[in-house]
């Protein structure tokens, strides 16, 4: 596996060593230790979820501000733009975002460690998409930044599209409002 880094140092893209004939291929998607190896920390995930959303549906920017989620996220069937944006108030990148497409054609994966959003919009028909989770989904601990945020100016990549967003997602929190991380 190949790891290159983001803009943010501790966001990773994740590349596996693909093996392809004839017959199809083969990829080794997640290995424990590669993975610490990789990220430089210990991680446990303890929840693996899946969603599928069609054309132009941008889920985000969320995060639980206690029980911190860290995701190995992927796309086994479409297209997404993914995002992750720095809620940690320490850090010299707070409040900045990275992006990376994520596809079932170049089989990437993303690391968001715990402290950051995330989010993405899917630009395919439809997208299969797949994280680990290194915490439990704790509803009472879910924040919500608002995903059009003027202050963080994501470029959610959209040409022309138009978003299909949740009422949630469309009443989430101004970035200058939200709780944040130490």
Same mark, same amino acid.
């Given at each position: 596996? /190949?790891?290159?880094?983001?803009? @943010? #140092?501790?966001?990773?893209v @994740? ?7 004839? *017959?199809?291929? !083969?990829?080794? $998607?997640?290995? &424990?230790?590669?993975?610490? %190896?990789? +990220?430089?920390?210990?991680? =446990?995930?303890?929840?693996?979820n899946?969603? /599928?959303?069609?054309? $132009? +549906?941008? *889920? ?5 501000? *206690?029980? #911190? ?10 297209? +997404?733009?993914?995002v992750? +944006?720095?809620?940690?108030r320490?850090? $010299? ?14 089989? *990437?994966?993303?690391?968001? #460690?715990?402290?950051?959003? &995330?989010? !993405? ?6 997208a ?16 919500? =930044?608002?995903?059009?945020d ?11 599209? =138009? #978003?299909?967003?949740? =009422?949630?997602d469309?009443?989430?929190?101004? !970035? ?5 991380? %130490?």
């Open positions: 596996m /190949r790891v290159i880094p983001t803009s @943010i #140092p501790e966001v990773l @994740i590349e596996p060593k693909i093996f392809e004939d004839s *017959r199809g291929f !083969f990829f080794e $998607s997640f290995n &424990h230790q590669r993975f610490e %190896d990789a +990220v430089g920390q210990k991680c =446990v995930f303890v929840q693996d899946h969603s /599928r959303s069609s054309r $132009s +549906v941008l *889920r985000g920017l969320h995060y639980q501000i *206690r029980q #911190p989620q860290g995701k190995l996220v992927r796309v086994v069937s479409g297209a +997404v733009f993914d992750a +944006v720095d809620m940690r320490s850090s $010299s990148t707070f409040g900045k975002w990275v992006g990376e497409l994520l596809s079932a054609d170049n089989r *990437r994966q993303l690391w968001v #460690p715990p402290g950051f959003a &995330h989010g !993405f919009v899917v630009l395919s028909d439809s299969d998409f797949l994280y680990k989770t290194t915490d439990y989904y704790a509803p009472s601990y879910e924040r919500c =930044v608002v995903w059009n003027e202050m963080l100016g994501v470029d959610w990549q959209l040409n022309g599209l =138009v #978003p299909q967003v949740s =009422v949630k469309t009443e989430g929190c101004p !970035f200058a409002l939200a709780e944040t991380f %130490d």
